[in-house]
């Protein structure tokens, strides 16, 4: 496994298929850390990335290792304390929104063990999906969870999803009874953790997180307007698989 933390800038293209093709695309910045021992940095620009337990999965529990072995235990895996790597967004400037967070989960030998792909809406739900990847790094699962107002929970996803190395590249379909609907990508290029190339993408993607979700919610405003119908939430929508 390569060091820990690490920053990646990325493109994130969401591509929607039908009922007509529609490319919402945006460029931010993601973090490759360990979640027994998150970055700290300095203090002047500590604001600038924090990396707090109440932001993942039930939020109740003191670290971010913490949380993940307890959603663990609740379907089986024990890790026996094998190393970890999280691919997520760090709280910017107090604020923070993580459409989904990735954790690559090893065996106390590094062997991989397990892919937890843990994602949130915009309505403050989360769910995570316990994926086991074959050797090319591909997983499905079942749709579960209400992401996309204009998607009901149904479908499949299939996700390639290799470990980072100098570069980032994931991909997400997600397949329904009528073909690909949407597929979304990840391309990064890995950097160094100091203080000039953590400043540099900051200045450059400022509020990074409060960008992507006022990005989803603009293109969900616009292709409302171009008529596409709103599908119901369902009432129950921060699943119990959290816990």
Not at 10 to 30: A, E, G
Request: glycine content about 8%; overall charge positive; charged content about 20%.
């Amino acid at each position: 496994m390569n060091a820990v933390p690490a920053l990646y800038a990325c493109t994130i293209r969401h591509v929607r298929t039908t009922p007509w093709r529609y490319l919402l695309r945006h460029r931010t910045y993601l973090w490759l850390v360990d979640p027994d021992r998150p970055p700290r940095l300095p203090f002047l620009i500590r604001p600038l990335a924090r990396f707090d337990p109440r932001d993942h999965f039930t939020g109740d529990q003191p670290t971010l290792r913490a949380g993940l072995d307890a959603y663990l235990a609740g379907h089986g895996v024990d890790l026996e304390g094998g190393p970890v790597v999280m691919l997520t967004h760090a709280r910017v400037l107090g604020y923070v929104f993580n459409p989904i967070t990735l954790y690559w989960c090893h065996g106390p030998d590094g062997a991989p063990r397990c892919v937890v792909a843990e994602v949130h809406n915009t309505y403050g739900g989360r769910h995570a999906y316990l994926l086991h990847p074959d050797e090319g790094g591909t997983a499905q699962a079942d749709k579960e969870f209400y992401v996309s107002p204009f998607l009901p929970v149904d479908g499949r996803y299939r996700m390639r999803l290799p470990h980072p190395g100098p570069r980032l590249d994931l991909t997400v379909h997600l397949d329904r009874e009528d073909g690909r609907t949407l597929t979304a990508t990840v391309h990064g290029a890995r950097r160094a953790v100091t203080v000039p190339n953590l400043l540099r993408l900051a200045l450059r993607h400022p509020w990074s997180t409060l960008a992507v979700s006022a990005a989803i919610r603009f293109h969900g405003i616009r292709l409302h307007l171009r008529g596409l119908a709103v599908q119901p939430r369902p009432e129950k929508h921060t699943p119990e698989n959290l816990t």
